[in-house]
């Protein structure tokens, strides 16, 4: 697996660097993730690994991220 960024296609989009799917969105609330009938959100400065979960991909996606008073800031 590489750990390269994921893409950022839209503001609020966190979509995987190989295969170009959905992650996650970037909002005021910080990073969200939903899956199914799980959500989780995440706030403040944070290293996130997120792996690809379709299938055939599973490449592992790094995201470092701050939020500070609904300012969002990152790099992939």
């Not at 290293?47 to 490449?59: L, T």
């Amino acid at each position: 697996m590489n750990a390269q960024g994921p893409n950022r296609i839209n503001a609020d989009e966190v979509r995987c660097k190989d295969c170009n799917i959905l992650l996650a969105t970037i909002d005021d609330s910080g990073l969200n993730i939903r899956r199914g009938e799980l959500q989780a959100t995440v706030d403040g400065t944070f290293h996130a690994s997120i792996v690809c979960y379709r299938p055939r991909c599973r490449r592992l996606n790094v995201l470092r991220m701050t939020t500070n008073g609904g300012m969002t800031n990152h790099t992939e």
